[in-house]
């Protein structure tokens, strides 16, 4: 049991390391499956000149959980993920936009702007479990929808993009 503990304590610390190293522009690559690449008008890279992230990579900068209903899913969900704001400040986005592109094609623009008037979060687990692609996952754009009535229409519901396997700051 120990051992187990001491086993992930220092994967969660080897993880964080490899975050706080982005602060200097040097990320270091992903060791797992990469789910997410970043391009575009970003100072920090791991990979030629994007930024590509594993879960474990993209889990220790920090998750919050989102309570809100979505047109998707029937009644309230709790959606567990990354501030998209304070994501763009750690690889250093320089661009006023995020284009989307999902595994599906799906491509939305997203200005920037909303991460932080919003509290917006790109979800990694829905109810406690890690979405799958069947399921929208394994990354999805999710905003607060039950904290602001305005939110609550078609624009921000096709900024919602699941299935996203790279964001490009223009």
């Known amino acids: 049991m120990i051992q187990a503990l001491f086993k992930v304590g220092m994967a969660v610390l080897s993880s964080l390391l490899l975050v706080m190293s982005a602060s200097a522009n040097d990320l270091s690559p992903p060791r797992g499956k990469p789910i997410l690449v970043v391009s575009g008008k970003i100072k920090t890279t791991n990979v030629g000149e994007t930024a590509v992230f594993d879960r474990e990579m993209l889990e220790a ?9 979505t047109p998707w899913y029937d009644g309230e969900s709790a959606f567990t993920g990354i501030r998209l704001d304070k994501f763009m400040e750690l690889v250093g986005a320089e661009g006023k936009h995020v284009t989307a592109v999902a595994l599906n094609d799906y491509v939305t623009t997203i200005p920037i702007e909303d991460f932080a008037q919003f509290n917006v979060i790109m979800a990694l687990k829905r109810d406690g479990k890690y979405m799958t692609v069947r399921d929208k996952g394994p990354l999805f754009i999710i905003y607060p929808f039950d904290s602001d009535s305005d939110l609550q229409n078609q ?5 919602s993009a699941w299935q996203v396997a790279k964001l490009v700051v223009e």
Do not use: H, L
């Not at 900068?61 to 209903?69: A, D, L």
């Not at 624009?155 to 900024?159: A, G, H, I, N």
């Open 61 to 69: 900068m920090g998750t919050e959980t989102v309570r809100t209903k």
């Open 155 to 159: 624009t921000y519901f096709s900024r």
